[in-house]
């Protein structure tokens, strides 16, 4: 219901169509260079700010309560960790056979170390309250507090 409330009067209902460029998509492509196409790598902070919001939304859409939450983040953690294990195997085996040591190759055991972000995407928002915090500092959410009344 407070979902529908703000959706309803305070959000902006304009329909914005997009302008169209004036550039033509082959001839923004043809002006990239070769040079300017780096790796460039994923850091831990926005891969946590994802599951952070990973997180948020699945336990919005489906209303699950908090302890169902983390044992699914518990279990998903588990996952991610067996396959890891399953691709560095297979990493490691191509790179053998392709006459490449895997140590050799600079950062990629670091990818597959088992305390990596890789590794433990939730670490650090495994609980209600680290959740909470990451939401309100990183992401600038208001947190709505529960309050009870006890009574003495």
């Known amino acids: 219901m407070f979902r529908n409330h703000v959706y309803d009067f305070h959000t902006n209902h304009e329909t914005v169509v997009p302008q169209t460029s004036s550039v033509s998509n082959e001839e923004e492509l043809s002006n990239e260079s070769p040079e300017n196409d780096s790796y460039e790598e994923c850091s831990p902070h926005s891969r946590k700010i994802r599951a952070a919001t990973w997180i948020l ?20 953690t588990g996952l991610i960790q067996d396959l890891l294990i399953d691709i560095h195997d297979d990493v490691e085996s191509c790179l053998t056979h392709a006459g490449v040591n895997f140590s050799d190759v600079s950062g990629l055991s670091e990818l597959f170390d088992s305390s990596s972000s890789y590794a433990n995407p939730f670490s650090g928002l495994d609980n209600q309250y680290s959740q909470l915090k990451f939401y309100k500092d990183e ?14």
Request: net charge positive.
């Open 57 to 76: 939304k699945v336990q919005e859409t489906y209303k699950l309560p908090q302890s169902t939450m983390e044992n699914i983040l518990k279990d998903t």
């Open 139 to 152: 992401l600038k959410l208001v947190v709505c507090g529960y309050f009870c009344f006890y009574q003495y």
